[in-house]
């Protein structure tokens, strides 16, 4: 798992309405499946459009 930090995450949460914010961040499915993240929805942490490729705010379903 790669974690990102952001100089500011108040602003990181406005700024990317489409993650779930904070510092998690899962390359791939399999990634967030080894950390028991999935599935993982839309303003959980670690939540990207990248895992989500329908769509729906589920990401790696």
Request: net charge negative; hydrophobic share 20%; glycine share 16%.
């Amino acid at each position: 798992m790669t974690e990102t930090v952001t100089a500011d995450p108040s602003s990181a949460d406005d700024a990317d309405s489409d993650t779930g914010g904070g510092s998690t961040y899962y390359d791939n499915c399999a990634d967030a499946r080894a950390h028991g993240a999935a599935p993982v929805r839309r303003g959980q942490p670690g939540y990207g459009r990248h895992l989500d490729r329908d769509g729906d705010g589920v990401g790696c379903d």
